[in-house]
């Protein structure tokens, strides 16, 4: 083959490659935000594939997550760094308080920003459609155990400090509607069928959302409560 024969097919070959890259830059910065992991989270947008992934980057990066919160619209108090327990083991930094976000709670919600983002999420792309498809009446108020409390996990005396110790970690008793029924973990997980149907779909949804998400199908000892935490090990059950 002629050299000039040669460098017209190198040619051609560098042409199409180059449009193939440009092609994908421009069909990656046209993705909409939640399916680009390469994208920052946005609070306001719905749950897509890699929503999941951007949630693992806030995690790790403090500054992004109050951001995140900052560019939505829930309202938070941050709260002061704190260590406590004998060695200083439990504690949390970076948190909020949840002063307005779509349900009231219960209680006061102290948590830490990727969980309070999460809850946020979860709240209106989880909750909010799962009560429109198998509830007669919208969801008014969740229904919480607790967050921030300093003991290992089941609150055994030894092992693995809870996620709970570092308010990274919520536990959910059940979901107060606007026509005043409470449907609870307790006792909806295996009652009425659209109940627990609906349980089931909070539990699902949180898990494209949160990093563990524990119900009763988990231990007897979840048989009361959805435990919702944003820790490193990812656990959907
Ligand atoms: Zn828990």
């Given at each position: 083959?002629?050299?000039?024969?040669?460098?017209?097919?190198?040619?051609?070959?560098?042409?199409?490659?180059?449009?193939?890259?440009?092609?994908?830059?421009?069909?990656?910065?046209?993705?909409?935000?939640?399916?680009?992991?390469?994208?920052?989270?946005?609070?306001?947008?719905?749950?897509?594939?890699?929503?999941?992934?951007?949630?693992?980057?806030?995690?790790?990066?403090?500054?992004?997550?109050?951001?995140?919160?900052?560019?939505?619209?829930?309202?938070?108090?941050?709260?002061?760094?704190?260590?406590?327990?004998?060695?200083?083991?439990?504690?949390?930094?970076?948190?909020?308080?949840?002063?307005?976000?779509?349900?009231?709670?219960?209680?006061?919600?102290?948590?830490?920003?990727?969980?309070?983002?999460?809850?946020?999420?979860?709240?209106?792309?989880?909750?909010?459609?799962?009560?429109?498809?198998?509830?007669?009446?919208?969801?008014?108020?969740?229904?919480?155990?607790?967050?921030?409390?300093?003991?290992?996990?089941?609150?055994?005396?030894?092992?693995?400090?809870?996620?709970?110790?570092?308010?990274?970690?919520?536990?959910?008793?059940?979901?107060?509607?606007?026509?005043?029924?409470?449907?609870?973990?307790?006792?909806?997980?295996t009652?009425?069928?659209?109940?627990?149907?609906?349980?089931?779909?909070?539990r699902?949804?949180?898990c494209?959302?949160?990093?563990?998400?524990?119900?009763?199908?988990y231990?007897?000892?979840?048989?009361?409560?959805?435990?919702?935490?944003?820790?490193?090990?990812?656990?959907?059950?």
């Amino acid at each position: 083959m002629p050299w000039w024969k040669r460098a017209a097919i190198v040619a051609a070959v560098l042409v199409v490659l180059s449009f193939a890259i440009w092609r994908g830059a421009v069909w990656v910065r046209e993705l909409p935000p939640e399916q680009s992991p390469f994208r920052s989270l946005d609070l306001e947008r719905p749950v897509g594939w890699a929503t999941a992934m951007q949630f693992d980057r806030i995690r790790s990066d403090p500054p992004a997550c109050a951001a995140a919160l900052d560019a939505s619209r829930i309202v938070v108090t941050p709260i002061e760094d704190r260590r406590e327990g004998a060695d200083g083991q439990c504690g949390f930094s970076n948190a909020v308080t949840l002063d307005e976000s779509h349900y009231p709670y219960s209680g006061a919600v102290r948590a830490t920003c990727p969980l309070t983002a999460a809850l946020y999420v979860w709240e209106r792309e989880v909750v909010a459609p799962a009560a429109a498809q198998w509830l007669e009446s919208p969801v008014v108020r969740i229904e919480m155990i607790g967050t921030y409390v300093c003991r290992n996990i089941y609150g055994r005396a030894e092992g693995r400090l809870s996620e709970h110790a570092n308010a990274n970690a919520i536990d959910i008793a059940g979901f107060r509607l606007e026509n005043g029924r409470v449907i609870r973990i307790l006792g909806g997980w295996t009652g009425d069928e659209a109940d627990a149907a609906f349980l089931r779909a909070v539990r699902d949804g949180g898990c494209d959302v949160f990093r563990g998400v524990l119900s009763p199908d988990y231990n007897a000892a979840h048989a009361d409560h959805l435990h919702l935490d944003m820790g490193p090990y990812r656990l959907c059950r």
